[in-house]
């Protein structure tokens, strides 16, 4: 039985990425993982560099695959220093010294607590990201479907939270589909732009031209980066454009994804009726309403996004990191980062599911949009008769057949006088919403082709 004494976070008050490989990819242990890997490519980079004598990659390495860990023991070590890579360096190098004292020499040559960290979390950002395109690709190729199959099906458009005009299922499908593909554009540079971070004790990489002469430090970092998969760059320890740009990538994903989410979420309500989440046996339950089927999924990935923009904005704080070295600035960046991968993650896992097999209700639809009658098409009359008519005119018949039940709309049109030449099939076109529709084919054709074509619709 679990007990107050085990610390471990394994997210139960986080349902958003608790239990899924996100959490994997993002546990503390992973970021062990990431530094230890940091580690391995420094030591691979002084042997290819010629410093450090042949075998020393391999040495570490082989060493790191046998270095067991002690995380939540690491973890409270690591307030002595005011992070984790002091104390995980000092017993990596003990442990390679144990195979050979000369390796041991190049662990963490040259390199400063914040090398091996911000590079460690850009290697984390990598892997989870590599999942999110994943489940956004998949998101994608879900909502090219519902924008296609259901191009022509109708619906009504609300605003301000009352009917609008007529619309299509397929329009707001299509709308979703191109706030994700702009998202995942967007990750994809990210992800491709992600950078090492290496700058020595102060930015200089000055450690560096002792050993090597002026120029080592930048080859070190060009060998790191390409070793972990990372883009090359310049110090950037106190510039930190490349967290702030990561989280508002982040956070623009999970609000695309969230926007999916809350729709469903309104037309899932059993008043509406017209989307229905995909089933799971005991997902959705409630402890107290066993008639009730929640729709999760939406509910976390709704949450998801809330919280997003104000983890983004923490990373946004982190540009003003003060001298050659934040303090405090970089160490809250920390959690920030780690919680927007996690959402993220999560979010675009479940808008993966969500979309690939949301239930869509046409008959539904159709019967929402049919209680604002003609009504609907109020702005067409307006644009269409109001010439004729005068706008006051017109303006008086809609609110008439607004507030009386029994008042027809199409009669009351038919019985003025300046519209008599408007002949009965031409009025009936007026007043029908599947003729009000502008340009929803096109549109969808658009978003689709776009998407097809590899670009951002």
Known sequence: MTTPADAADHGLLSPQWAGLEIAQVTSDAAIVHAMLD???ALAW???EL???PTGTGQTVAGVREGFDVDVAELAARSRSGGNPVIPLVKDLRSAVAETDAAASVWV???ATSQDILDTALMLVASRAIRQMRRDARATVESLVTLAETHRDTLMVSRTL??????STFGVKAAGWLAGVVRAAAALERSHDALPVQWGGAGGTLSAYAVIGGEGTGLRVASLVAERLGLADSVPWQTQRAPVVELGATLAQLAGALGKIAVDVLLLARPELGELGEPSAAGRGGSSAMPQKQNPVLSVLIHS???QAPGLAAELQRSALAVDERPEGAWHAEWQALRQLLRLGGGAAEAAAELTGGLRVYPEAMRHNLGMSGPLVVSERLMIEYGPRLGRDRLQELVT???GDADADLGALLRAEPELAEVSDSALAESLDP???LGDARLIVDRVVAGVREGGEA
């Open 45 to 47: 980079a002084w042997e």
């Open 50 to 52: 010629g410093f450090a």
């Open 108 to 110: 963490h040559r040259g």
């Open 400 to 402: 008439r057949a607004a």
């Open 434 to 436: 599947a003729h009000y």
């Open 161 to 166: 939270t009352q009917h609008g005009v007529p």
């Open 304 to 306: 998801a996004a809330r």
């Open 38 to 40: 940091v580690e391995v």
